[in-house]
Protein backbone atom coordinates (compact mmCIF):
# COMPACT_ATOMS: atom_id res chain seq x y z
CA UNK A 1 0.00 0.00 0.00
CA UNK A 2 2.77 2.36 0.78
CA UNK A 3 4.59 1.51 -2.01
CA UNK A 4 1.48 2.32 -4.20
CA UNK A 5 1.27 5.24 -2.72
CA UNK A 6 4.93 6.51 -3.40
CA UNK A 7 4.44 5.74 -7.16
CA UNK A 8 1.22 7.58 -7.36
CA UNK A 9 2.69 10.45 -5.83
CA UNK A 10 5.61 9.95 -7.96
CA UNK A 11 3.39 9.96 -11.41
CA UNK A 12 1.64 13.16 -9.95
CA UNK A 13 4.77 15.28 -9.32
CA UNK A 14 5.32 14.26 -12.74
CA UNK A 15 2.73 13.87 -14.74
CA UNK A 16 0.88 17.42 -13.69
CA UNK A 17 3.73 19.76 -14.60
CA UNK A 18 4.34 17.68 -18.30
CA UNK A 19 0.49 18.06 -18.59
CA UNK A 20 0.34 21.59 -17.70
CA UNK A 21 3.90 22.36 -20.09
CA UNK A 22 1.60 20.51 -22.85
CA UNK A 23 -1.36 22.92 -22.21
CA UNK A 24 0.99 25.56 -22.51
CA UNK A 25 2.51 25.09 -25.63
CA UNK A 26 -0.35 24.00 -27.33
CA UNK A 27 -1.54 27.81 -26.32
CA UNK A 28 1.33 29.72 -26.67
CA UNK A 29 1.84 27.93 -30.61
CA UNK A 30 -1.82 28.03 -31.85
CA UNK A 31 -2.96 31.93 -30.38
CA UNK A 32 -6.39 30.43 -28.99
CA UNK A 33 -7.44 32.00 -26.38
CA UNK A 34 -5.81 35.23 -27.15
CA UNK A 35 -5.33 36.49 -24.18
CA UNK A 36 -4.09 33.80 -22.48
CA UNK A 37 -1.18 33.44 -25.16
CA UNK A 38 -0.45 36.97 -24.50
CA UNK A 39 0.31 36.55 -21.11
CA UNK A 40 1.85 33.64 -21.16
CA UNK A 41 4.00 35.11 -23.80
CA UNK A 42 4.78 37.78 -21.45
CA UNK A 43 5.61 36.21 -18.54
CA UNK A 44 8.11 33.45 -20.64
CA UNK A 45 11.82 33.53 -20.51
CA UNK A 46 14.44 33.19 -23.24
CA UNK A 47 16.66 30.88 -22.58
CA UNK A 48 15.13 29.41 -19.63
CA UNK A 49 13.91 25.98 -19.07
CA UNK A 50 10.34 25.33 -18.78
CA UNK A 51 8.34 23.59 -16.15
CA UNK A 52 8.11 20.08 -17.64
CA UNK A 53 12.21 19.63 -18.02
CA UNK A 54 12.69 21.70 -14.63
CA UNK A 55 10.22 18.93 -12.93
CA UNK A 56 12.14 15.97 -14.43
CA UNK A 57 15.66 17.49 -13.70
CA UNK A 58 14.28 17.85 -10.00
CA UNK A 59 13.27 14.20 -10.41
CA UNK A 60 16.47 12.66 -11.77
CA UNK A 61 18.82 14.32 -8.76
CA UNK A 62 16.14 12.93 -6.29
CA UNK A 63 17.22 9.71 -7.53
CA UNK A 64 20.80 10.36 -8.64
CA UNK A 65 23.18 12.54 -6.51
CA UNK A 66 25.49 13.28 -9.86
CA UNK A 67 22.53 14.67 -11.11
CA UNK A 68 22.05 17.51 -8.29
CA UNK A 69 25.93 18.11 -8.61
CA UNK A 70 25.22 18.89 -12.76
CA UNK A 71 22.43 21.42 -11.44
CA UNK A 72 24.45 23.05 -9.26
CA UNK A 73 27.54 23.49 -11.49
CA UNK A 74 25.39 24.89 -14.40
CA UNK A 75 23.74 27.86 -11.37
CA UNK A 76 26.78 28.42 -10.61
CA UNK A 77 28.56 28.95 -14.02
CA UNK A 78 25.73 31.15 -15.02
CA UNK A 79 26.40 33.75 -12.38
CA UNK A 80 30.31 33.72 -13.17
CA UNK A 81 31.40 36.50 -15.56
CA UNK A 82 33.45 34.88 -18.73
CA UNK A 83 36.10 37.14 -20.03
CA UNK A 84 37.41 36.78 -23.28
CA UNK A 85 41.00 38.46 -22.01
CA UNK A 86 43.13 36.35 -19.37
CA UNK A 87 45.38 39.47 -18.09
CA UNK A 88 47.91 38.17 -20.08
CA UNK A 89 49.30 40.58 -23.08
CA UNK A 90 48.00 40.30 -26.29
CA UNK A 91 50.30 37.25 -28.08
CA UNK A 92 48.24 37.17 -31.66
CA UNK A 93 46.14 39.33 -33.43
CA UNK A 94 43.70 38.53 -36.48
CA UNK A 95 42.92 41.31 -38.48
CA UNK A 96 39.52 40.03 -40.62
CA UNK A 97 39.12 43.30 -42.49
CA UNK A 98 43.38 43.27 -43.56
CA UNK A 99 43.38 40.00 -44.20
CA UNK A 100 46.67 39.79 -41.62
CA UNK A 101 47.39 37.76 -38.75
CA UNK A 102 50.12 38.74 -36.22
CA UNK A 103 51.83 35.82 -33.66
CA UNK A 104 54.21 37.23 -30.75
CA UNK A 105 56.68 34.84 -29.13
Partial sequence: MVMTA????????V???FTLASIRHLVVRSGHPAWLARRLNARSRPGGLGLGATATEELHAFFNANKRVQ????????TLRDDEHDGAPPRTGIDLDGGTAVVKR
Fill in 71 to 78: IEQRQAQL
Fill in 6 to 13: GLLFMAIL
Fill in 15 to 17: IVP
